[in-house]
């Protein structure tokens, strides 16, 4: 299983509730009822940056671009990236539905799940890091790495500690620009950064204290050490809001009616979605 990641915001012309009233409702009535988007995001989650985040209280700071939207789709396989781009009723449907800007930064991703709380439940207050590498070592010196030093020693001095709830590594696999050529992603930046990093807390005041305890500063600092450029790396606190989900025991999503043959949405989506105008029946002059 994949992770297609992308961060984003809104429009210059626009605002940030425009952008999340489209992005949560009109974009989320689209996917839904686009039948190879169901069929192949097996997982959709939405995160909603928090704005009352001020950087004193983050390890590495927020995004230049202000970023506003983490956008997590789970694909079963690098192919599934390119037909969910790419399938016909997608271009059809989704593409004319530009609702952000066109600046973000996207991933595809291995991830691993380094500790999780024996009661957890997604969504609520999260924390995610932008971690870039540092530019001697190669992307799976850095896989590696994130693996072997980084995870146990946060994992000791935070997550043991009950810090988080869950802590998440995600590390980019390496993906061929050229797959997302005419489509809405072609002008995203891809592989900007190494790997993703998932904290999920019971509240705001316990994304802070990760800065402000020193055993957990300490495990994040010296576990960068020729591996993570921490200037170069960023940060955004999110609402996490998980959208379906077709593969978490316990958190499974029902099915949706546009994979029922019988169902309105499918009836409707057999119609066609283009073109909506008659041929003109008037003869051209001559």
């Known amino acids: 299983m994949y992770k297609f990641t992308l961060a984003s915001r809104h429009m210059d012309e626009g605002t940030r509730e425009r952008f999340f009233y489209e992005w949560s409702i009109l974009h989320v009535s689209l996917m839904l009822t686009t039948p190879s988007v169901m069929q192949l995001f097996k997982r959709y989650v939405q995160h909603f940056d928090i704005p009352e985040i001020s950087e004193g209280m983050l390890v590495y700071p927020l995004s230049p671009e202000r970023w506003e939207s983490f956008a997590e789709h789970w694909v079963e396989g690098y192919q599934g990236v390119v037909d ?45 890091h932008f971690l870039k590498k540092e530019p001697a070592i190669t992307q799976n010196e850095f896989n590696e790495r994130l693996h072997s030093v980084r995870a146990p020693k946060l994992r000791e001095a935070i997550c043991d500690r009950g810090m988080v709830r869950k802590y998440v590594q995600n590390t980019a696999i390496d993906i061929d620009p050229a797959i997302f050529k005419g489509t809405l992603f072609e002008y995203g930046s891809i592989g900007l950064y190494a790997g993703i990093e998932e904290f999920w807390f019971d509240d705001l005041d316990g994304v802070a204290l990760l800065r402000k305890d020193p055993k957990a500063l300490e495990a994040m600092r010296s576990s960068e050490s020729g591996l993570i450029d921490a200037g170069g790396s960023a ?52």
């Open 84 to 128: 969910s781009v790419h399938n016909r009723d997608y271009v059809e449907r989704m593409q004319p539905h530009r609702f952000g800007s066109h600046r973000f930064i996207t991933s595809v991703s291995n991830f691993e799940t380094i500790y999780e709380r024996d009661d957890f439940h997604s969504g609520g207050v999260k924390l995610i």
């Open 235 to 286: 940060a955004m606190v999110v609402n996490e809001r998980v959208v379906w989900d077709f593969v978490t025991p316990g958190e499974l999503s029902p099915s949706p009616s546009i994979s029922n043959a019988a169902s309105l949405e499918a009836a409707i989506d057999r119609q066609g979605y283009q073109p909506w105008e008659l041929k003109s029946c008037i003869p051209e002059p001559k």
